[in-house]
């Protein structure tokens, strides 16, 4: 099945007498290509191309030998040694000459406050993908607070991550939104057979209980000599010492047993469409986990932690587990393997569950809806 194509003002039904210019900057750690895409960088191009407002839209970023195609992409040279309030200026820079009616940018709140300064005539959005810092001290809530002064909205991707923002900061409300991240179904077609694979992904960092899945792996495939096990991780130049002890957690299994790195997001798409369980066993509470909503749009059985946000991703449709405990993982492994029926009405019930709270068209209509509240002053 084709990628469905993004919808159109005529087509949404939407009406207005000014076409939005759309600014979304990108100001660091990521890559805005297919070949090293973060979870920010996909989500970012996701919601620029079922935007209504998708022609009148560029990304702004670190420059790349090749970006996503389909939308407008600025990229700015970074030079070696420049620091990142000097790359942020010149971010802000390359947005300035396109003469946006709104600015968004993406999660670093010290480039996002840098480059609101530069546009004190027009509205700033922060669309922030992690759980909101915890200050200490009536001095610091105060000065985290101010933090967020300079934006007209703030966009979470949770409902967990907006509870938590506005627990710690109250008159933050207002002003703060959730929109979670989508995914486009139309790049997630039904597999015509599964394999009897178990697969994770993610980062190579304790907290997203990549050791713990390892050791849970191969005590329920001792009874499954039919079944192997994928990770397919991220991050490992920083982690080596940690991920070499998952390689060495794994290595009881051989063969069946295999450890993938860096791999561009198709690829990872295709191992979710393969895969007849997934594993999402976060040790931390999880901002979102769009791990989650790939291995149900991929139609995988899945195994989650629910903490944080994965909570409201997929409570009902997953097998809960325990992730510090690697005998509840494995006995919920050990679960799926042996009741086929389960493992089909989980995988029905996860894809349902995207299809109804976390396609693209939804989240982006409604991000575009803040993008016009900001600018009529209205907030949202």
Excluded at 66 to 90: E, I, T, Y
């Amino acid at each position: 099945m084709a990628s469905r194509q993004p919808r159109d003002a005529a087509v949404s039904g939407f009406v207005t007498r000014h076409r939005l210019k759309i600014a979304v900057i990108l100001p660091r750690g990521t890559y805005f290509g297919p070949d090293k895409a973060t979870a920010i960088d996909l989500c970012a191009y996701d919601f620029v191309r079922f935007s209504r407002y998708r022609d009148e839209t560029v990304v702004v970023g670190e420059a790349l030998d090749r970006p996503f195609a389909g939308v407008r992409f600025v990229g700015v040279p970074r030079r070696p040694g420049q620091s990142q309030a000097s790359f942020s200026d010149a971010l802000a820079a390359a947005a300035a000459s396109e003469r946006p009616d709104v600015v968004v940018v993406h999660q670093h709140i010290p480039s996002a406050r840098r480059i609101a300064g530069r546009f004190r005539d027009r509205p700033v959005l922060l669309h922030r993908h992690n759980n909101p810092k915890r200050p200490k001290g009536w001095l610091g809530r105060w000065l985290e607070a101010r933090k967020y002064a300079p934006f007209a909205a703030i966009v979470l991707i949770s409902a967990f991550t907006r509870d938590r923002l506005v627990a710690l900061f109250p008159r933050l409300a207002g002003k703060a939104h959730v929109v979670h991240n989508g995914l486009d179904l139309g790049e997630w077609p039904a597999a015509d057979a599964k394999r009897r694979d178990i697969l994770f992904v993610g980062r190579a960092v304790p907290e997203k209980g990549v050791l713990e899945a390892a050791r849970a792996a191969v005590s329920a495939l001792a009874a499954a000599p039919g079944w192997r096990v994928r990770f397919i991780l991220s991050g490992l130049d920083g982690n080596a010492a940690y991920a070499a002890d998952v390689a060495e957690a794994l290595r009881p299994l051989g063969e069946r047993a295999e450890i993938l790195r860096d791999l561009p997001h198709a690829a990872v798409r295709e191992a979710f469409r393969e895969a007849a369980i997934a594993l999402v066993p976060s040790r931390f509470e999880e901002p979102f986990g769009r791990t989650a909503i790939e291995a149900m749009a991929g139609g995988a059985a899945l195994i989650c932690s629910l903490r944080g946000g994965l909570r409201e991703i997929a409570e009902g449709v997953s097998l809960a587990i325990d992730p510090d405990d690697p005998a509840s993982i494995a006995e919920a492994i050990a679960r799926l393997i042996g009741d086929a029926a389960l493992r089909r009405r989980l995988a029905d019930d996860g894809r349902k569950r995207v299809e109804t709270a976390f396609a693209i068209e939804r989240s982006a209509a409604r991000l575009d809806d803040i993008y016009d509240s900001v600018h009529k002053g209205t907030g949202a």
